[in-house]
T-cell receptor
């Protein structure tokens, strides 16, 4: 499968714990995006990387959230001190190029904070 | 940021055409109109996009009003696999434009056999 891969697919954690999600974009895609989606809502943009540089961050991305993309390949999204409000689907997408190209989304990681 | 308005839900019969409307009355001259859809338990999937002219691809057609304040996604023959939430999104173009997609609530399309 050469699509966007996200791991794990599901994560249940206790409030206050740290969690880390991984996204493997389509090979050679230089752009990578993270979104969050709560039940019944459309996805909300969190952050964007072009190669290894994090170029945009949403105001939704609080200090407890951090994203990295070392070497411009895979990316990780870490949430520290999780809260129940962090429960959501976390989606990763990638695209190629400098102008507009379509974004390809992964299937997401569903986080449940109990 | 310019906003889009879509009906919450629509129903269609299988093998009939479907017209999904989107209003974007505050669209600016550099905004592109994108459509994505999200099947159950999947991430969103690109459908089509356009700026001013109508567009066709293997999945759908996009009809853009002359004043660009509205657009319509056309599925020519709906199948059960087209049942999904369809999002109409405005994306800024031009140098220095952002790269994120701002999703609204979308239209949930139900297809009846």
């Amino acid at each position: 499968d050469t699509g966007v891969s996200q791991n794990p697919r599901h994560k249940i954690t206790k409030r206050g714990q740290n969690v880390t999600f991984r996204c493997d974009p389509i090979s050679e895609h230089n752009r990578l995006y993270w979104y969050r989606q709560t039940l019944g809502q459309g996805p909300e943009f969190l952050t964007y990387f072009q190669n290894e540089a994090q170029l945009e961050k949403s105001r939704l991305l609080s200090d407890r959230f951090s994203a990295e993309r070392p070497k411009g390949s895979f990316s990780t999204l870490e949430i520290q001190r999780t809260e129940q409000g962090d429960s959501a689907m976390y989606l990763c997408a990638s695209s190629l190029g400098t102008g507009f190209t379509e974004a390809f989304f992964g299937q997401g990681t569903r986080l449940t904070v109990v | 940021d310019a906003k889009t308005t879509q009906p919450n839900s629509m129903e269609s019969n299988e093998e009939e055409p479907v017209h999904l409307p989107c209003n974007h009355s505050t669209i600016s001259g550099t905004d592109y109109i994108h459509w994505y859809r999200q099947l159950p338990s999947q991430g969103p999937e690109y459908v089509i996009h356009g700026l001013t002219s109508n567009v066709n691809n293997r999945m759908a057609s996009l009809a853009i009003a002359e004043d660009r304040k509205s657009s319509t996604l056309i599925l020519h023959r709906a199948t059960l696999r087209d049942a999904a939430v369809y999002y109409c999104i405005l994306r800024k173009g031009g140098l220095g434009a952002g790269n994120m997609l701002t999703f609204g609530g979308g239209t949930r399309l139900m297809v009846k056999p």
